[in-house]
């Protein structure tokens, strides 16, 4: 069975600082996905992976995937309050169809 | 392109009721599934379907049917609801291998009293 771990869970961050959140599956996947969601609202897609070494950025986030050491990173540079959200990862096994989340990261940008 | 449309909102049912949260989307996506999203779990798969006529158990199926009669439509059904399954419900879609990414519905706010 799938186990997609993410790392931290909780993230107080000064605005201005850099910062990266961790996301560990435990099986073989060449699909990956990031999500944002505020509070009481629906989850918005940031970035598709589909192949090892893939890097997206779009404004301060940037992610990556290592598809041989499980492991996607999703990079905050120079924080901003509008940042401030629950972060979600994703992943679907190679050879499947069913998208299995992480516990998701509670990220708060202070001023 | 309304994409997926959830329906209803909001839902307050009393123990032991049946009800239908209606998913839909106008996408032709093969892939749809349910999710429920409780605080501090994440959000976990109930069930899926990969096209019309296919449907299979997620991680929590228990209590839940789902049926898929068209491509469009995916309802999922409570059978005879409990406090347990309060929670927040959302419906996902995309196109067969998630390439394009999977997009989801507005959700579905159940309280069962």
């Known amino acids: 069975e799938l186990k997609v771990e993410q790392n931290p869970l909780f993230l107080s961050m000064q605005e201005g600082k850099n910062y990266t959140i961790y996301c560990n599956y435990s099986t073989t996947s060449d699909r990956l996905y990031w999500y944002r969601q505020d509070p009481g609202k629906s989850l918005e897609s940031l970035f598709v992976?589909?192949?090892?070494?893939a890097v997206k950025q779009e404004g301060r986030l940037m992610a990556s995937l290592d598809t041989k050491a499980r492991l996607s990173t999703l990079h905050i540079t120079a924080a901003v309050h509008d940042l401030s959200a629950t972060y979600f990862c994703?992943?679907?096994?190679?050879?499947?169809?069913?998208?299995?989340f992480g516990e998701g990261t509670q990220l708060t940008v202070n001023p | 392109n309304a994409g997926v449309t959830q329906t209803p909102k909001f839902q307050v049912l009393k123990t032991g009721q049946s009800m239908t949260l209606q998913c839909a989307q106008d996408m032709n996506h093969e892939y749809m599934s349910w999710y429920r999203q409780d605080p501090g779990m994440g959000l976990r798969l109930i069930h899926y379907s990969v096209g019309a006529g296919i449907t299979d158990q997620g991680e929590v199926p228990n209590g839940y049917n789902v049926s898929r009669s068209t491509t469009e439509d995916f309802p999922l059904r409570l059978l005879s609801a409990a406090p347990s399954q309060t929670s927040v419900y959302f419906c996902?879609?995309?196109?067969?291998?998630?390439?394009?990414?999977?997009?989801f519905g507005s959700g579905t706010r159940l309280t069962v009293v």
């Open positions: 994703a992943v679907v096994e190679t050879s499947g169809s069913r998208l299995t």
């Open positions: 996902a879609s995309s196109r067969g291998g998630g390439a394009g990414g999977y997009t």
């Open positions: 992976l589909l192949s090892n070494g």
